[in-house]
């Protein structure tokens, strides 16, 4: 069974710069998340899907980050305009469904603004 | 008030020694579970162990077990005979209420543990 896929591993932009992260779940997964882990820190939950509808993303700045899951399948993450304190890893993982305790990471998009 | 404590940031423990990682939680929902996960320094989180806050016996998966204590909020994770391949960092998570499996974790800020031989 193929794993979380992340892409791309990493990225440097400009502060100011639009950047996008894309997400393919575990074929099947109903569940699909987005974290944000700035270094030294553990991940924070910026948002959740199920299927193709937003289940919690309550923590998410959405003057500057959107996210969408159109066919319930892959995933884009995007942040427009960046700033400085958005340099971390964002790790997407999938569930198999909502009940299920198990989720899948993948292995993170790094993300440096300078 | 931070809802997950990881007090140690980094442990070097010797191999095949059992080494046990301190997680304390805060919440007043009596529906809670609590979670462990491995980061290997190649990026991805792995789920170890699980404990839902009602369950009575504590949660044993291979070598890692969890440490229950309800009363003192701590969920500890055990690893017996620790080996080389164990060293990442180590998450403690816990979501709260009746939600799904792994909704709205909160995750502490880890301990990395070295495994030395």
């Known amino acids: 069974e193929a794993g979380v896929a992340q892409s791309p591993r990493y990225k440097i932009i400009e502060k100011r710069q639009s950047v996008a992260f894309w997400c393919n779940p575990i074929?099947?997964?109903?569940?699909l998340y987005w974290y944000q882990q700035i270094l030294g820190q553990g991940p924070k939950l910026l948002i959740q899907?199920?299927?193709?509808?937003?289940?919690?993303d309550s923590q998410l700045p959405k003057d500057r980050f959107s996210a969408e899951r159109l066919k319930g399948v892959d995933s884009t993450l995007k942040i427009q305009p960046a700033k400085l304190e958005d340099s971390a890893v964002y790790l997407c993982?999938?569930?198999?469904?909502?009940?299920?305790?198990?989720?899948?990471f993948g292995q993170g998009t790094r993300l440096t603004v300078v | 008030a931070q809802k997950i404590t990881q007090t140690q940031p980094g442990m070097f423990v010797q191999e095949k020694e059992a080494v046990t990682l301190d997680c304390t939680y805060d919440t007043s929902d009596p529906s809670y579970g609590l979670f462990w996960y491995k980061q290997p320094s190649s990026g991805e989180m792995i789920f170890l162990i699980y404990?839902?806050?009602?369950?009575?016996q504590n949660a044993t998966e291979g070598r890692y077990s969890l440490n229950f204590q309800k009363a003192r909020k701590s969920a500890n994770l055990v690893i017996s005979a620790s080996q080389l391949g164990d060293s990442a960092m180590y998450f403690c998570?816990?979501?709260?209420?009746?939600?799904?499996?792994?909704?709205?974790?909160?995750f502490g800020k880890g301990t990395h543990l070295i495994i030395q031989p």
């Open positions: 998570a816990m979501r709260e209420g009746q939600r799904g499996g792994a909704d709205g974790l909160t």
């Open positions: 074929s099947g997964h109903a569940t």
């Open positions: 404990q839902g806050s009602y369950d009575q």
């Open positions: 899907f199920q299927n193709n509808g937003v289940v919690d």
């Open positions: 993982a999938s569930s198999r469904d909502r009940e299920y305790t198990e989720a899948f």
